[in-house]
């Protein structure tokens, strides 16, 4: 009878031991369960933000995802940087129109140099008596050396003798050549010549 009674114990007693062996057993679990206010603490006091490490020295130290990394990476441009295209090739630019060249100097010749003592076509004496008079327009090919070698009527006086007396008398005319560039050349070259009663 006394060793039942010894060897008997309440269910009670076996779960509070069990309860004390498992708190002997993992002690690790009871400081963790210590420690995670006093990091809190120490996270709020360091005005860092959840979910962030601390360092040795206690500071914050916040996480690095890949994403946000990913985020911030400079992409490199399409094209390179002496813009060249994608390709490899540089972009093709159609050259610049060549200028237009410049006009040429151009010289008319001229009658009117006081050297060349050109005389003035005489006044046939009949178209005195008989009152004519005008202006003759002649187109004069004056070649290289000044000399007169065509003399054509552009516009008449109306009358033929002073006509032909203005292309006679400008026919031994001299005149300063024309010139393109500087370089004398024969050209064409109106000369007017004046039939005025006095």
């Given at each position: 009878m006394g060793l039942a009674i010894g060897a008997a114990a309440p269910r009670g007693g076996n779960r509070r031991?069990?309860?004390t062996a498992e708190r002997i057993h993992h002690p690790a679990r009871t400081q963790d369960r210590a420690a995670a206010p006093a990091a809190q603490t120490r996270a709020q006091g360091t005005g860092a933000a959840p979910g962030a490490d601390a360092d040795a020295g206690g500071h914050s130290r916040p996480h690095t995802s890949a994403r946000s990394a990913c985020r911030h990476t400079h992409r490199a441009p399409s094209g390179t940087a002496d813009g060249r295209a994608r390709g490899g090739r540089a972009p093709h630019t159609l050259p610049a129109p060549p200028a237009p060249p410049a006009p040429p100097k151009i010289e008319l010749p001229s009658s009117d140099?006081?050297?060349?003592?050109?005389?003035?076509?005489?006044?046939?004496?009949?178209?005195k008596r008989l009152g004519e008079q005008g202006k003759v327009l002649l187109r004069v090919l004056i070649d290289a050396d000044g000399k007169p070698q065509k003399v054509e009527i552009n516009?008449?006086?109306?009358f033929d003798r002073l006509d032909r007396q203005a292309q006679e008398a400008v026919m031994r005319w001299r005149f300063v050549p024309g010139k393109r560039n500087g370089v004398p050349q024969s050209m064409w070259n109106l000369v007017p010549v004046h039939f005025v009663l006095e």
């Open positions: 031991s069990g309860r140099a006081a050297y060349l003592n050109n005389p003035k076509p005489g006044y046939p004496a009949i178209s516009q008449s006086s109306g």
